[in-house]
C-alpha cells in the first residue's frame, strides 16, 4: 500500500544539524512532491516546505531559509529533510507527506520523527 | 504570507451532535482550502481537500464549503472518533499555512 515511513527519533545539542529521512513506497514516487510540516510541543502544525522528487526543485518557507535543506536520495524512493544550527524551539514532531498534484493537499503522511533538542 | 485564522479555538459537544468550524484567509486562495483531522500522537489525516472535495474513505458526515477567504467544515452527527484537533490549510500560495486550529472535545 502507499506509505511514508521516517526515520527514528533524534536527541541533538543545539547548533547541532538533523537529517530527517522518509522512505516511499506503493506509488511512482517522483509523480508527487513531498512536504514537510512539524508541530511543537502545546503548538499547531507549521508547514516548513516542499521538493519535488522529479527535479529536485524546492520551496522553503521564510522561516527556515538558509538552515533547511531538502533532498531526495539515489534511489529516488527517499526523500530527506535537514535543518542545521539547531535551537531548543525546534523540538517537534516533523512530519512528510506526499501532495496531490492538483492541489498540493497531503494526503499520506509518514509516521513523525521526534526530534528534541536539548544540551 | 496567507494569514489563516479558525474558530472557534475550542469547542465542546456530544456525540450525535451537529458542528461547524469556520476558516479564514487574509487573501483570496480561491478554493485552495484544505480540512486536517489532527489526534495526539498520530499523524494528521485529509479530510477534505479544495474547500469541497471529500477524501477517499472519509465518512458523508463531514463536508467542507466555502471559497475566497470564508470557509466551513462541517461535522454532522458526531462520533467518539471524531473528537480531535481540525485545522485547515491554504495551498494557494507559498508557505502554505496552517490555521491555529480548533480542538473539538467531549461535552
Known amino acids: 500500500q502507499v506509505q511514508l515511513v521516517q526515520s527514528g527519533a533524534e536527541v541533538k545539542e543545539p547548533g547541532a544539524s538533523v537529517k530527517v529521512s522518509c522512505k516511499a513506497s506503493?506509488?511512482?514516487?517522483?509523480?508527487?512532491?513531498i512536504h514537510w510540516v512539524r508541530q511543537a510541543p502545546g503548538q499547531g502544525l507549521e508547514w516548513i516546505g516542499w521538493i519535488n522528487p522529479n527535479d529536485g526543485g524546492t520551496k522553503y518557507a521564510q522561516n527556515f531559509q538558509g538552515r533547511v535543506s531538502m533532498t531526495i536520495g539515489t534511489s529516488m524512493t527517499t526523500a530527506y529533510m535537514e535543518l542545521s544550527r539547531l535551537r531548543p524551539d525546534d523540538t517537534a514532531i516533523y512530519y512528510c507527506g506526499r501532495a496531490i498534484p492538483a492541489d498540493q493537499a497531503i494526503d499520506i503522511w509518514g509516521q513523525g520523527t521526534v526530534v528534541n533538542v536539548s544540551s | 504570507d496567507i494569514e489563516m485564522t479558525q474558530s472557534p479555538s475550542s469547542l465542546s459537544a456530544s456525540v450525535g451532535d451537529g458542528v461547524s468550524i469556520t476558516c479564514r484567509a487574509s487573501q483570496n486562495v480561491i478554493k485552495f482550502l484544505n480540512w486536517y483531522q489532527h489526534k495526539s500522537g498520530k499523524a494528521p489525516k485529509l479530510l477534505i481537500h479544495a474547500a469541497s472535495s471529500l477524501q477517499t474513505g472519509v465518512p458523508s458526515r463531514f463536508g467542507g464549503s466555502g471559497s475566497g477567504t470564508y470557509f466551513t467544515l462541517t461535522i454532522s452527527r458526531l462520533q467518539p472518533e471524531d473528537f480531535a484537533t481540525y485545522y485547515c490549510q491554504q495551498t494557494y500560495s507559498a508557505p502554505f499555512t496552517f490555521g491555529p486550529g480548533t480542538k473539538v472535545d467531549i461535552k
Open positions: 506503493g506509488y511512482t514516487f517522483t509523480a508527487y512532491f
